[in-house]
């Protein structure tokens, strides 16, 4: 039996390339770990049933000498991202039995470098939520402290890996939902700037701010994973090109210590926890023994993000969810005519934060009412990347925490929309602004007898992921290549 | 402040049913939403319009990639495919009709659209 808890990406490709152990039984330890913990835990909605075939595979070609560092690495992936022929329902009732006709990039991505995908995870329906409680399937536990949720939406993923039973997951992040799920299950997650990473074959719900990104054990690992996902896509009208990324990334190299930035006033957001804000100065001084130059910086209309986070998102979730009409693929509910088969699809199909969010959606863009929401909002959108863009000028990194509370208690926070959308408020801005953003473990927080793991965000200009991974690494100790 | 009416004429513009029993609280919880957002009703600074990373019309999210491309328009470039080279009839007919809840000899089916 292997010992998977100390496994990362870097060291098990050590193991698999000298022969310590193969990628069967590799993937045999994993699948064993989740036979057994996720009955308790739910991260997993489906193990797929070709796991060891693939291993195989894989173990053809280390044999071969035809492999990469990726190939023999199982990883889980988020229930919205397409793998062929296998079942993808972004935990919706819509989409229960609908199985994927194409493979999305990121997957085909993964697939080349001989990825072995173990299953599909559990998230909030269409990745809205940021607790994983608002599945069609049922909830996943925090594997820290199973009274506590995991995060969300991307809550399947990070706890897949909190409970070893993946060495590494595919979440995507609209407003946090990488991000905030590593926090509460103590992973690292990349939100990576917007266009760097395809979303073919990603079920859809805010496409402006939509990004897959993976979550993992470490910063190395993340760097890993990003690595082989960045790549120009045809089939992504948003994708960057090679040649801009090159660009923007030529523009300066990371110099030997780089000065991070603090919005303090951010700080003062009602609703963070004592606990985060000690945890957040803690890590600040962390980061000065370590030779950063700590700048404290202002961001002046950041307090506009949240709200205008829940005009634009809406609006493109409402337009983005019209695709689900029970005509061309997932759930049909008939009625007496055509325009009743519609409802009663859509109304069975999706679950109540969805419906909440059609409506609220419907409204804002709706003549009469378009101009005092939809367009304010993207002004205020201008307002806040133009601020980014001011504060990276002065500074290489901005970091905040990355959520305001440690994971809180299931069934917590569900009866008031507002409570849970707060969960967003220091992760959203880099959604809003389409800058990268990176989570790393800073801490514990001790809460009612239990450790609960909290994290600090890094943020950085546009496809700078490099600077992230160089501070994330230093950060957590380890070792910079 | 919205009203059940209002609820119902945004489920009948969103062609979804909405239960009865749900409808007061979409009220209520639409209604505290809207409060919410409604702070950015603060916002009096105008902003030109910035251009999106590719000229694709169909997002206009100002994203810094997008402010990076505007100060060298040399890497603004279509995004859309020449319309040639189409892929061999009927190649994904058979995958995609497998998935379509209702279809007859090669359509997809649904109820009558117009009526006597």
Request: hydrophobic share 35%; charged share 20%.
């Given at each position: ?12 490709h ?6 310590d ?11 064993d ?27 053809a ?15 889980a ?15 919706s ?20 470098e001989?990825v072995?995908?173990?299953?599909r ?5 269409f ?40 060495l590494?997951?595919?979440g ?11 926090s ?5 997650g ?45 089939h992504?009208s ?6 801009l990324?090159?660009?923007t ?11 991070i930035?603090?919005?303090r ?26 030779g ?10 950041i307090?506009?993000?949240l ?9 493109e ?17 008939e009625?007496d ?7 009663k699809t ?9 419906r ?5 959606g ?6 009469g ?14 307002l806040?990347?133009?601020d980014?863009?001011d ?30 959308y ?11 602004a ?14 009612e ?5 909290l ?7 546009p ?19 | ?9 945004l489920?009948?513009?969103a ?7 749900e409808?007061e609280?979409l ?6 939403i ?18 999106s ?6 997002s206009s999210a ?38 379509v ?6 359509y ?9």
């Open positions: 039996m292997i010992d998977v808890s100390t496994l990362t990406i870097s060291n098990t050590k193991h698999l390339t000298e022969g152990f193969s990628v069967r039984e590799l993937c045999q330890s994993y699948l770990i989740i036979e057994k913990e996720n009955p308790q835990i739910h991260a997993y909605l489906e193990v797929f049933d070709d796991v060891l075939a693939h291993a195989d595979t894989a173990q070609r280390i044999d071969a000498k035809t492999h990469s560092i990726l190939t023999g690495i199982p990883i992936v988020k229930d919205n991202i397409l793998i062929q022929g296998k079942k993808v329902s972004a935990a009732k819509i989409l229960e039995n609908y199985r994927a006709t194409y493979n999305s990039t990121v997957a085909s991505l993964l697939e080349n001989g072995i995908f173990l299953g995870t559990n998230m909030d329906e990745a809205m939520g940021s607790s994983t409680q608002t599945s069609a399937y049922g909830i996943t536990r925090n594997p820290l402290d199973t009274d506590r949720v995991p995060g969300g939406s991307s809550g399947g993923s990070a706890a897949a890996i909190a409970m070893n039973g993946a590494a997951a595919l995507s992040d609209t407003a946090g939902s990488v991000r905030q799920p590593a509460f299950c103590g992973c690292v990349l939100k990576t700037t917007y266009g760097s990473v395809s979303r073919f074959g990603l079920i859809a719900m805010g496409s402006s701010l939509d990004q897959i990104g993976p979550l993992t054990k470490t910063v190395t690992d993340a760097e890993i994973l990003f690595n082989t996902l960045r790549a120009h896509d045809v992504d948003q994708s960057i090109s090679d040649v990324y090159a660009s990334r030529d523009q300066k190299k990371i110099s030997k210590k780089l000065t930035g603090v919005p006033h951010l700080l003062e957001t009602e609703g963070l926890d004592q606990v985060v804000r000690a945890n957040f100065d803690a890590s600040v001084e962390k980061l000065i023994s370590l950063y130059e700590i700048k404290d910086i202002t961001l002046p209309h307090h506009y993000s709200p205008t986070y829940y005009i634009l998102m809406p609006g979730v409402s337009s983005n969810l019209a695709r689900f009409d029970g005509v061309k693929f997932g759930l049909l509910k009625g005519m055509l325009l009743e088969d519609y409802k859509r109304g069975l199909g999706f679950g109540k934060e969805v909440r969010r059609i409506l609220l419907t409204y804002v863009l709706s003549t009412y378009y101009d005092a929401y939809y367009n304010k909002a993207q002004n205020a959108r201008h806040i990347t133009q980014f863009v504060g990276f000028k002065t500074v290489d990194s901005i970091i905040t925490p990355t959520a305001p509370t440690p994971a809180f208690k299931i069934g917590e926070k569900t009866s008031d929309p507002i409570q849970m707060l969960e967003d408020i220091f992760t959203v801005p880099a959604n809003i389409g800058i990268p953003a990176l989570s790393v473990p800073s801490g514990f927080a001790e809460v007898g239990k450790q609960l793991p994290g600090l965000q890094f943020m950085s200009p496809c700078r992921e490099d600077i992230l991974f160089s501070v994330g690494k230093d950060f957590l100790g380890e070792e910079n290549a | 402040m919205i009203e059940i009416r209002d609820i119902e004429k489920a009948e513009l062609r979804l049913e909405v239960p009865q029993e409808k609280t009220r209520k919880d639409i209604n505290s809207l409060q919410y957002v409604g702070q950015i009703q603060d916002i009096h600074e105008k902003v030109a319009s910035i251009a990373p590719t000229s694709s019309t169909q100002p994203s810094m990639v997008s402010l990076s491309v505007q100060e060298n328009p040399s890497l603004i470039h279509t995004v859309l495919r020449e319309d040639a080279n189409p892929h061999e009839a009927n190649l994904y007919t058979e995958a995609l009709l497998r998935e809840p209702k279809h007859e000899r090669g997809v089916k649904v109820k009558k659209i117009l009526h006597d």
